[in-house]
C-alpha cells in the first residue's frame, strides 16, 4: 500500500521556520523524483520545489528561493521542506508528490500558517 505521510506543519510567526517531513512507504522510493507542492485558500496548488531521485538536481519557484530547501534521505525514504524567513503569503496546504515515469502518488497535506 502506497503511503505519503507529511508531518511538521502548524502556526509560526513571520521570519520563523519550520521543516516539513513526508515518509514515504510502499514503493522504491530511490526511483522516484519529489516534490513539494502548496495550495493557498482559493488559490491553484503550485509547485515550491523538486528533487530529483539522488538528490543531484533542486529546483524552486522563485517565490521561495533563498529561504527553502528540499532535501531527501533515501535510506529513510523522507523528504524534507526546510522553511526560513516564513512570509504571510506561504501560508497553505502543503503537499508532497512522488513521480516515476506514469506513476504519481500525493500525501495527503499538512497546513502551514504564517501569522502574528
Known amino acids: 500500500q502506497v503511503q505519503l505521510v507529511e508531518s511538521g506543519g502548524g502556526l509560526v510567526q513571520p521570519g520563523g521556520s519550520l521543516r516539513l517531513s513526508c515518509a514515504a512507504s510502499?514503493?522504491?522510493?530511490?526511483?522516484?523524483?519529489m516534490s513539494w507542492y502548496r495550495q493557498a485558500p482559493g488559490k491553484e496548488r503550485e509547485l515550491v520545489a523538486v528533487?530529483?531521485?539522488?538528490?543531484?538536481?533542486?529546483n524552486y519557484v522563485d517565490s521561495v528561493k533563498g529561504r527553502f530547501t528540499i532535501s531527501r534521505d533515501n535510506a529513510k525514504s523522507t523528504v524534507f521542506l526546510q522553511m526560513n524567513s516564513l512570509k504571510p503569503e506561504d501560508t497553505a496546504v502543503y503537499y508532497c508528490?512522488?513521480?516515476?515515469?506514469?506513476?504519481?502518488?500525493w500525501g495527503q497535506g499538512t497546513q502551514v500558517t504564517v501569522s502574528s
Open positions: 528533487i530529483t531521485n539522488t538528490g543531484g538536481t533542486r
Open positions: 510502499g514503493f522504491t522510493f530511490s526511483k522516484y523524483t
Open positions: 508528490k512522488a513521480d516515476w515515469v506514469i506513476r504519481e502518488y
